[in-house]
């Protein structure tokens, strides 16, 4: 470009020459350059208003015919026009192809803006959201899909787990709701007919419910005449005596295996959740600490407590009790004798926490993870002595999340576990309407 700019110098520096030249020769020297200049100036403008007309045009294919600069300047906006074509072309093949291959996908893929409006989303949104493009772009998400729990979960704004609710349009279907969160507070929310799955796993929890409520009644029966019998048996024959005693005992076992997955069950079934009331935590734990003390035997545990009694939290008191006496249970079993165990229930800014903490056999780290699963045991030599369900720490775990709390479990092998139950502020009861609570 400078070689045409220096050869456009030139030439008009030889224009001038020429101009002073001919001024010289006719005694009008001056009018003779500023005649070439303006003459020169006029053209120049005129390849300007070429150049404007051209790029306002818009059509790269139409570049006006030049020479020198000119020719330079058309030849260098063309190939760019022509490069730039190219490269909107490929990104709107990108774009399309992207589109096509999110509208083949099943699942609902949409895309909310950081203010959470509708941005975007594929036909899968259409169908199962019933998401209109003419209408519905630019709306706040939370406009149109209604359902409390998924305006709940969109507003929380924690979207590390998924969400399953029946779709509005589609009866029989559950659609599966799972948020991500990218770009400038963008999110993406993905919907999948989750209702194969849900029906399965309703079956399951539907087949264990009822083969342990069936279990009920001929264990009970069992249960009686084994305890008839061994009134009423003498000791004339102590080995059937012998049998006897352990068919109760596992009769017992079997009982409290039933209560055990009745009880998760029940607390797996959304529905049934209980309307949560104050609960009196500090008297809780101590009915639950005179229980263990009597579970105590001869292994004579050192059991302490240390209650804030004056803190109360929203719960369901039952299935606080159920959780609160595994966990101690749970230590009893496992600390040996003469060991430690100490209660405590206690609130920080953080919330309420209730913790059990001993200083039994412990657990290995690898299986802490695992240990609220059902029928999971770190030492499966050490459960025939203990004789637990296995679904202690599940019964535990389901109790939390039905109060929004968590555990937290801490164990070194050999020195001993704590675990806590975590939960939120917001659960706790404040002063004055304990008092108030009280007085009535
Ligand atoms: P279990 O009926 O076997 O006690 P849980 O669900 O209550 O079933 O506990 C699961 C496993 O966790 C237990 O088998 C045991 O290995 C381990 N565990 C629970 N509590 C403690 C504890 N306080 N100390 C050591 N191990 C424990």
């Known amino acids: 470009m400078f070689k045409e700019w220096n050869l456009e110098l030139n030439q008009f520096l030889i224009l001038l020459a020429i101009g002073a030249f001919g001024g010289w020769a006719t005694g009008y020297p001056g009018w003779s350059i500023a005649l070439v200049s303006v003459t020169y100036s006029f053209w120049m403008l005129f390849r300007a208003r070429d150049l404007i007309r051209w790029l306002r045009s818009g059509n790269d294919a139409d570049a006006p015919e030049g020479s020198g600069l000119w020719g330079a300047l058309y030849d260098h906006l063309f190939q760019q026009q022509k490069q730039q074509r190219l490269q909107i072309n490929n ?117 264990v419910a009822n083969v342990s409520h069936e279990l009920r009644t001929p264990l009970t ?90 803190l109360v939290i929203f719960g369901d008191e039952n299935e606080l009790r159920s959780a609160f006496s595994n966990l101690v249970v749970n230590a009893v079993k496992y600390t040996p004798e003469q060991g430690n165990i100490l209660i405590r229930w206690w609130a920080d800014p953080d919330g309420a926490h209730m913790a059990v903490q001993d200083d039994g056999v412990g657990i290995d780290a690898k299986h802490i993870p695992r240990l609220t699963e059902r029928f999971y045991r770190a030492d499966q030599s050490r459960h025939a002595k203990t004789g637990g369900t296995g679904l202690g720490l599940a019964i535990v775990k389901h109790v939390l999340i039905h109060h929004g709390a968590h555990l937290d479990i801490d164990s070194t092998p050999g020195e001993g576990s704590t675990f806590t139950c975590h939960f939120p502020r917001k659960n706790i009861v404040d002063a004055q309407t304990t008092s108030r609570s009280a007085a009535c």
């Open 91 to 207: 990104l709107h093949s990108i774009i399309a192809r992207a589109q096509q291959s999110t509208n083949a996908i099943r699942d609902a893929v949409i895309v909310v803006d950081r203010y959470g409006n509708l941005e975007w989303w594929n036909e899968a949104g259409s169908h199962w959201l019933g998401l209109k493009t003419s209408t519905d772009q630019g709306q706040p998400i939370t406009n149109l899909l209604r359902d409390p729990r998924f305006v709940r979960f969109f507003n929380r704004g924690q979207f590390d787990g998924t969400l399953e609710i029946p779709a509005v349009l589609h009866p029989g279907v559950v659609l599966q709701y799972q948020v991500t969160a990218f770009g400038d507070g963008e999110r993406l929310l993905v919907v999948r007919d989750v209702t194969r799955l849900h029906n399965l796993e309703q079956m399951r929890k539907d087949f």
């Open 221 to 310: 029966v069992i249960k009686g005449y084994l305890e008839t019998f061994l009134d009423v048996m003498s000791d004339s024959n102590p080995q059937l005596k012998r049998g006897l005693g352990q068919m109760q005992l596992q009769a017992q076992r079997m009982e409290m295996l039933v209560n055990d997955l009745l009880l998760l069950s029940r607390l797996e079934t959304e529905n049934t959740a209980q309307p949560m009331k104050p609960v009196q935590v500090g008297r809780l734990l101590k009915q639950v600490f005179s229980d263990a003390q009597a579970l105590n035997g001869d292994k004579r545990h050192n059991i302490q407590l240390d209650l804030d009694e004056s």
